[in-house]
């Protein structure tokens, strides 16, 4: 009976052998076709993680030190900002703590300004223009990222759906590192690059090596930058992790019967303002827009951050801009973190894990050095699939070119 189970039947066998098989054929096929797109997204969100710190680094005089004194209220940056340039519509107002704060102007789909100033003395820092199609250079770098510098509704979808390629292309990369047999050289070939080996070995370890070291942190990434572009795949993460169907998302409206009752429209933002940070007095950076004026329907609409650097622990208010009554928030995002369900804390990090910041600057490191390694991928498994395929070699050599994806033949 021993003797017997240490038997494999040949059909046991031929089945792990067809496995592999589809498992190398998915691998190289998958990543031919969607290398391009693979290398750019990577490559442009590699770019993009440290953006508000090299913008930091380039313009210093944007650079606000804290102080222990309240920040200048929302009418008061409305009126700053006016002033700054006069004749445009004022649209909203962003802060973060040690940065200027924000003040857009204009029309954000035709031209539109940003004045940038103190948000304690007032003082304006910078004012920035933006024409329509006109992009600086970390908007082209986000264009690529999302949407390749195509039209949006073609390039989008590309994007979404070669992102997606991408986790079944690391799950079967996952699959073909794994050896066969565990032993030393095995071992070797698995988790250590051959410096001192042939151009063609050293390529094969870059391409297994680093991608198992960053296979998880770039699923991470992938998975989590999904969210925004697959409704589908959205709404079924939401599910798998809360048990519920994702709630519509609403956006908040004012009472337009008692337009013209309540308090002025500055009057009315500075008293929500003041409800709120009130019950956030340490918060570290807030975003507000300003109700449309000829909008009886348009509501005043808060968040706070209360972590420098972070996204996920913020929280998001809406009042009726004509009696100042709280509306009840969106059921994800108008959620506090700290009460929130696990799959609700999970949404609201999204971000902050896509882009590592969730684990502060270490994370973003993390989340620099596997982009740029997920960028490196498709051109190494390019080589090597070029010089399993034979191109380039003497046609007098007798040996056919293979197009196996075996680790042991090199």
Not at 232 to 239: A, C, I, K
Request: with cysteine; hydrophobic share 40%; glycine share 8%.
């Amino acid at each position: 009976m021993r003797n017997f189970e240490k038997i494999k039947s040949p059909s046991a066998k031929a089945g792990k052998s067809r496995f592999r098989k589809v498992n190398d054929f998915l691998h190289l096929w998958l990543g031919l076709i969607s290398g391009v797109i693979v290398f750019i997204v990577c490559l442009t969100g590699c770019i993009w993680v440290f953006n508000a710190e090299i913008l930091d680094m380039l313009n210093p005089e944007t650079r606000v030190e804290w102080q222990d004194k309240p920040i200048l209220s929302p009418s008061a940056l409305r009126k700053i900002g006016e002033q700054a340039v006069p004749g445009e519509k004022i649209d909203y107002a962003y802060f973060q703590q040690g940065r200027a704060a924000i003040v857009q102007l204009g029309d954000h789909e035709q031209t539109h300004y940003e004045v940038k100033l103190n948000p304690y003395s007032g003082k304006v820092l910078r004012i920035d223009q933006h024409q329509k199609g006109s992009t600086d250079f970390f908007s082209w770098i986000l264009n690529g990222h999302r949407f390749l510098w195509m039209p949006f509704e073609i390039g989008r979808p590309i994007v979404n759906y070669g992102t997606l390629i991408f986790v079944v292309l690391l799950i079967t990369g996952l699959i073909w590192w794994y050896p066969k047999k565990w032993k030393q050289s095995t071992i070797d070939k698995s988790f250590k690059i051959k410096w001192n080996a042939s151009f063609k070995r050293i390529n094969l370890d870059l391409h297994n090596v680093l991608g198992f070291y960053s296979m998880l942190f770039l699923l991470a990434i992938a998975l989590t930058g999904m969210v925004y572009g697959i409704e589908w795949y959205s709404r079924g993460l939401y599910w798998v992790t809360t048990g519920v169907t994702l709630p519509e998302y609403k956006e908040a409206s004012s009472d337009s019967t008692l337009a013209g009752k309540g308090l002025p429209v500055n009057q009315a933002l500075d008293v929500a303002w003041a409800k709120v940070i009130a019950e956030h007095p340490d918060t570290k950076g807030f975003f507000y827009s300003y109700p449309d004026p000829a909008d009886a329907k348009s509501a005043i609409e808060i968040y706070i951050y209360p972590s420098a650097g972070h996204f996920y622990d913020n929280r998001s208010y809406a009042f009726d801009r004509h009696t100042l009554k709280e509306i009840k928030g969106d059921a994800v995002y108008g959620a506090e973190f700290a009460t929130a369900s696990l799959g609700t804390k999970i949404r609201k990090m999204n971000y902050d894990i896509h882009v590592g910041s969730v684990l502060g600057f270490p994370g973003k490191v993390l989340a620099f050095l596997a982009s740029l390694i997920g960028a490196s991928l498709p051109i190494t498994g390019f080589i090597v699939w070029w010089n399993r395929k034979g191109f380039g070699k003497s046609k007098k050599s007798s040996r056919k070119p293979s197009l196996k994806l075996s680790r042991e033949s090199v």
